[in-house]
């Protein structure tokens, strides 16, 4: 436990953060945070600088609030964030990790991560369209895709490719660039209506060259505030302006989110990111890798993609552990020593897939026995579904080719490498195998 160990409200609440986060995170942007109560439903945060109250604002307000709701009694807590002058320390400079963007008029931007750039996003058959799709965006502003909406679980990416949109709009000499959090949005209309500044705050959304929105599914519910997104977004629709927006699922998955908003979010392209394929957390391994000057060898980055599979921000974590590993404990970065290092994080990640569990789900798929799977029948009833299952099996297990093919009928590793590049290739060119494959990993999932 890092946080503080007293009784306080203030170490409750770190306390209930350190949990949510993950460990670098914590000490990056809670470390030097205090809380104190200053009324009924009324929570300061001190921070150490404006860079820090903006990230916090609208990376972590979520975050945040659900601490304070679940260690005290209030269940809707006005939260009041200060620069704590006894604290003080300067903002980031350029030559920080975290820079603070200057993003023309709209002071509260979120922070630009200099990695988060195009060059350094690996690509593979699970984000490929999404980052297409972004690149034309922030080539091209406000015409082939217009809005842009990328859906997918936590750390595929979505943040990595709407922060490279904004750092090319950046170059371009953008002068409004809106781009926050949904929660920030939402905290930020609040704030107009009690102030009675609402015009204010229609002038600063409306008025963008565009608009670049985090975590939409956060609009769930909220009435108001989809009212006024719902204007927000035909304003800048109609000056034929980039909309860009994210969230963990598609429009049609957010639950309390009218219908004119849903048909507005799905008139332009609607792209999912999917947890990596296991060569491509090999390449985002090496390529990152190298980033820190430090080249993995093949072997141990084989052996971490098949035991990380589906957050890339877990893969960037690992890596960070062999860093250490390397440059502060002076160990090789050899199998045994990789082990060691991550052996936390590996037990997290233990395989939980294995050949029975997606065989069973693809008998319940494709509706075909188990009998047909391992026999000689070459017939397309039964091959695609073969290959589908051998396919799955090498991103899911850490079966070898050969180890495969003696599943599937004793079968050779050429034959298993040829089913696996057959259905690789038809993920990206064929719908319905895509459709297939998608709906067997939800199953085995």
């Known amino acids: ?151 997918g679980p936590v750390g595929l990416g979505k943040t990595h490719l709407m922060q490279a949109v904004a750092h090319v709009y950046k170059s371009k000499g953008f002068k409004k660039i809106v781009y926050i959090s949904c929660a920030a949005f939402t905290n930020d209309f609040i704030h107009a209506v009690e102030r009675n500044e609402t015009d204010r705050f229609r002038q600063k959304y409306r008025q963008a060259d565009a608009l670049l929105i985090d975590d939409v599914q956060f609009l769930a519910s909220k009435e108001r505030t989809q009212e006024e997104f719902f204007h927000t977004f035909n304003s800048i629709y109609n000056e034929q302006k980039q909309i860009f927006l994210t969230s963990d699922c598609s429009p049609a998955e957010i639950e309390g989110l009218g219908e004119r908003l849903e048909s507005r979010f799905k008139l332009g392209l609607v792209a999912d990111l999917g947890p990596p394929t296991f060569e491509t957390r090999v390449a985002i391994l090496k390529r990152k890798g190298r980033t820190l000057n430090m080249e993995i060898p093949n072997d141990v980055a084989e052996f971490v993609g098949r035991r990380i599979r589906d957050n890339v921000r877990e893969i960037e974590g690992a890596l960070m552990r062999l860093h250490t590993l390397v440059s502060i404990e002076r160990r090789p970065l050899d199998l045994p020593n990789v082990e060691h290092s991550l052996a936390d994080i590996l037990d997290e990640h233990q395989p939980r897939i294995d050949m029975p569990r997606i065989q069973q789900a693809i008998l319940d798929h494709y509706d075909v026995k188990a009998s047909d799977l391992h026999s000689k029948k070459r017939s397309r009833s039964i091959v695609v579904p073969r290959q589908v299952a051998m396919f799955l099996a090498r991103r899911h297990t850490s079966l070898s080719l050969g180890e495969i093919g003696d599943y599937f009928g004793g079968r050779d590793h050429s034959t298993v490498l040829h089913s696996i590049d057959k259905i690789t290739k038809a993920v990206d060119t064929d719908p319905r195998i895509k459709s297939a494959v998608d709906a067997v990993e939800r199953s085995i999932r």
């Open 1 to 151: 436990m890092i946080g503080r160990a007293d009784g306080s409200l203030d170490a409750a609440i770190h306390r209930e953060i350190e949990q949510q986060l993950d460990e670098q995170s914590y000490l990056t942007w809670f470390q030097r945070v205090r809380f104190e109560q200053l009324g009924p439903d009324r929570i300061a945060v001190y921070v150490p600088n404006r860079f820090h109250l903006t990230y916090l604002r609208h990376r972590h307000f979520q975050t945040l609030g659900d601490a304070i709701e679940a260690v005290s009694d209030l269940e809707e807590p006005r939260i009041e964030f200060r620069v704590d002058r006894a604290e003080e320390s300067p903002a980031p400079s350029e030559d920080d990790e975290f820079p603070a963007a200057d993003l023309g008029e709209l002071p509260e931007a979120i922070p630009l991560n200099p990695n988060y750039m195009f060059e350094h996003f690996v690509t593979g058959p699970s984000n490929r369209l999404a980052h297409a799709a972004a690149v034309a965006v922030a080539n091209a502003p406000g015409t082939t895709y217009n809005p842009l909406f990328i859906h």
